[in-house]
């Protein structure tokens, strides 16, 4: 085999689990942008697809969707408005350092930010068009996972971003910084890297063999993670990352999401009505009970409270997920966004 050939059948190999994987995201690219363009025409709500969700206290939320959509509610779900703020963009994040300093992130290289609550967004210019995937923010300082090795890092509460190296060319799915210093990313091909220079340098850190994608890595402290995928897939490390072992899972579905209240029970999410939930701090999953027939795609959490999103509603639990809620994500009235110029 000459050496072009063997590049070739190593690079089947390597990406060839992820085209369908692809394929799938353009799809639905595709079939965003047709119900965005008929819902612009007609003037009729296109679908929600919540992809999104951000707790600015135990009564106020913010959901992001891939329609462009913003949807605010200051009464726990009972109400909501909304704002659009791209006709044509799938918006993928959302994070709120406090009440009126918050973010939205999406495709293309597209940021949004607000320092008004969310009565007007503004543009910011990221110097990428790479898909943005996730946000956070501890205290003035956040960072943003994106698509090819992409993390943009600000340390003034979001006025000015700067990429960092990484040094990678995968994906990332996910972001999680335990504090200033000490975080983690995670995306496809078994990708996991650790700072503890708050992202001057990333180290990679070894995954199980066949973790395929992971879509969120979540710690508890610097020792004490998870990260969850495909197929199932949910990791746990004591080391800070350093080894991972899988856990047994109850669904061999894709799991989307992972978040632990302040007490330490855990749940994930993923497709369907898929909902599993640890009371012995991640110890142990089950499957629970869930009011919604939606795939829920993010979790937020404040204190013992916990918050999911998506298709068209949120489900919160105020008894470390003992008990469950299920609200539609709809508005009292409809609000065009005031949205700036870029800066």
Not at 41 to 49: E, H, M, N, R, V
Not at 212 to 220: D, E, K, P, S
Not at 311 to 323: E, K, M, P, Q, Y
Request: aromatic share 10%; net charge negative; hydrophobic share 40%.
């Amino acid at each position: 085999m000459t050496h072009n050939n063997r590049f070739q059948s190593l690079k089947q190999r390597k990406w060839g689990w992820h085209l369908p994987a692809i394929g799938l995201s353009c799809w639905l690219c595709a079939v965003i942008a047709v119900a965005t363009a008929q819902s612009l025409a007609t003037g009729l709500p296109a679908p929600i697809w919540a992809r999104d969700i951000a707790a600015v206290s135990d009564q106020e939320l913010w959901v992001v969707s891939e329609t462009g959509w913003l949807f605010h509610t200051t009464d726990g779900g009972s109400t909501w408005d909304r704002k659009r703020v791209s006709d044509k963009t799938p918006l993928r994040a959302i994070a709120f350092i406090d009440a009126r300093r918050g973010f939205v992130a999406g495709n293309y290289g597209l940021l949004l930010a607000t320092d008004d609550g969310g009565q007007s967004w503004q543009r910011i210019l990221t110097g990428t068009t790479e898909q943005l995937t996730d946000i956070c923010f501890v205290g003035e300082q956040g960072w943003i996972s994106g698509y090819w090795g992409t993390m943009l890092h600000t340390i003034d509460g979001g006025q000015t971003w700067q990429r960092q190296q990484t040094l990678i060319s995968q994906p990332l799915e996910t972001v999680f910084f335990i504090n200033q210093k000490t975080g983690w990313a995670a995306g496809w091909m078994q990708t996991i890297l650790r700072t503890d220079d708050g992202g001057l340098t990333w180290q990679r850190q070894p995954a199980p063999e066949g973790a395929l994608t992971l879509n969120a890595i979540r710690f508890r402290d610097e020792q004490n993670g998870w990260a969850v995928g495909m197929q199932g897939l949910i990791l746990r490390t004591t080391d800070g990352g350093w080894n991972w072992t899988r856990q047994p899972a109850p669904s061999a579905e894709r799991l989307d999401d992972i978040a632990f209240t302040a007490s330490g029970c855990g749940v994930i999410v993923g497709t369907g009505d898929l909902l599993l939930v640890s009371h012995d701090g991640g110890e142990h999953w089950q499957k629970a009970p869930s009011p919604l027939t939606d795939s829920l795609r993010a979790l937020a959490v404040r204190d013992n409270q916990i918050w999911g999103a998506g298709g068209g509603s949120i489900l919160t639990s105020a008894d470390n997920a003992v008990n469950w809620v299920a609200r539609p994500i709809g508005e009292k009235q409809e609000i065009v966004s005031d949205l700036r110029e870029e800066r």
